[in-house]
């Protein structure tokens, strides 16, 4: 009980979920397009608490990415910390955009961490280039809005500081 009211439980869950959404069966012709959950959940949170989600926390929730998504292990953790860096150097310019402008910031980081995956994952596994799977970094800009109010409404609700 006492994580919740110091907010490592609200965190905790919505890492969670997040990790659980990445994973969670889609029919095929939507499958593409699944937003790149735990990023953009992380960017919220480096951005809203960059006192306590830092890209430590990133590294270790991309080490649970790539276990659960069967990939070779660090590949999404070391984009995960890279993305996130980015983020929490620029947390204080990023939040006083508005939300438009931060859809953009997603935008360009998600497509960046999916890039360097993609990169990581032709040099070490020769995987082939498909337009599609930078899809996601759209899917992800266009979600963020609501997103970010959802975790607002939490983090305030809950005290989450």
């Given at each position: ?23 969670m ?15 953009i959940?992380?960017?919220y949170?480096v ?7 830092n ?6 929730l991309?080490?649970l ?20 860096y ?12 508005s ?17 360097l ?13 498909v ?6 970094a ?10 970010f ?7 305030r ?5």
């Amino acid at each position: 009980m006492r994580w919740f009211k110091r907010g490592v439980g609200v965190l905790l869950c919505t890492y969670l979920l997040a990790l659980i959404f990445m994973v969670m069966p889609m029919p095929g012709s939507f499958d593409a397009y699944r937003p790149d959950w735990l990023a953009i959940v992380m960017l919220y949170w480096v951005i809203a608490l960059p006192h306590r989600v830092n890209i430590g926390t990133a590294w270790l929730l991309g080490l649970l990415a790539d276990v659960l998504l069967g990939s070779t292990l660090g590949i999404h953790a070391a984009a995960m910390a890279i993305m996130v860096y980015f983020a929490a150097r620029h947390f204080q310019k990023i939040r006083n955009f508005s939300l438009s402008q931060q859809m953009l910031i997603v935008l360009i980081l998600v497509l960046l961490k999916r890039a360097l995956v993609f990169e990581i994952e032709h040099f070490i596994n020769n995987a082939p280039f498909v337009w599609s799977y930078f899809l996601p970094a759209l899917t992800s800009a266009i979600i963020w809005p609501w997103l970010f109010l959802l975790l607002r409404k939490l983090r305030r609700q809950f005290g989450v500081s």
